[in-house]
């Protein structure tokens, strides 16, 4: 299938591993242009060569920190510096430590709500506008299952998580006649650095070792295994495409089956 990603522009941050990786790869391997964002120059280079080997028409990376505001304006303005204009961007970041919600802190939530909420929000607002006035525009944000299902041990990113679905599902509405899509792009137990923080942290809490948590993990996702980053990529890819016009709004998740409602 053509998803018509040929000569699309897209913006990845968090693009050097991980999920935000899979879905650079994805749009590469569809001869998409793509930037990604990450805070290391060398991991950067290293991975727009892999993304030029995939097939995309460019890459490039550029540094930038989802902590500070300022960056989120510098990495749009270079963005678009590089490519002529943004089509498709992917808001992703790092998430927070695990916790209970009776350990959260003022400290922490102010925090994470820069990396969570506020820089996604403000990098949007900055490259918006363009999308609308063009007629075409993709936003996708890298989730989590715990917007719909909270996860017991992830409860600072249930929390902050929710308000930027909240966001989303309200903007959605307001730019959809503009021919701009956005949409969460919820994983489940993907195998990811942030996988194995949660996992330890899991087995600590039960007293079981690093493998016995994985294993139980696995249990719970009728899948009978764990994802890969190349089972969550693909669906990024076509939410970017023309194929995907139509959707807006909405949460799609790959987890395997895992979250159990039908909401």
């Not at 998803?3 to 879905?23: F, P, W």
């Not at 430590?97 to 922490?108: G, H, L, Q, S």
């Not at 999308?131 to 719909?148: F, Y």
């Amino acid at each position: 299938m053509d998803l018509g990603l040929k000569g699309r522009r897209a913006l990845v941050m968090g693009g050097t591993k991980g999920l935000g990786r899979s879905i650079a790869d994805a749009l590469a391997g569809e001869g998409a242009s793509v930037v990604i964002s990450g805070r290391d120059q060398g991991r950067l280079d290293e991975a727009a060569a892999a993304l030029k080997a995939k097939g995309a028409a460019s890459a490039s990376g550029i540094v930038a920190d989802v902590a500070n505001g300022a960056d989120m304006d510098r990495l749009a303005d270079a963005a678009e510096k590089a490519l002529g204009g943004i089509d498709i961007l992917v808001l992703n970041h790092g998430g927070p430590p695990p916790c209970t919600a009776a350990e959260i802190t003022d400290a922490a939530l102010l925090e994470w709500f820069q990396h969570i909420v506020a820089s996604p929000i403000r990098i949007t607002n900055r490259l918006l506008p363009a999308m609308r006035q063009r007629g075409w525009g993709r936003i996708i944000v890298v989730g989590s299952t715990g917007m719909q299902h909270p996860i017991p041990t992830l409860a600072l990113s249930n929390t902050l998580r929710a308000s930027i679905w909240g966001w989303l599902k309200t903007l959605s509405g307001e730019v959809a006649k503009d021919g701009v899509t956005m949409n969460v792009l919820a994983p489940g137990t993907i195998q990811t650095d942030r996988v194995t923080q949660t996992t330890t942290k899991r087995a600590q809490q039960l007293n079981i070792s690093f493998e016995e948590a994985l294993a139980q993990a696995a249990k719970e996702i009728p899948a009978g295994r764990l994802g890969v980053p190349e089972d969550y990529g693909p669906m990024g890819a076509f939410l970017a495409s023309e194929k995907g016009g139509y959707i807006t709004g909405s949460m799609i998740r790959v987890d395997g089956g895992r979250v159990r409602g039908m909401v």
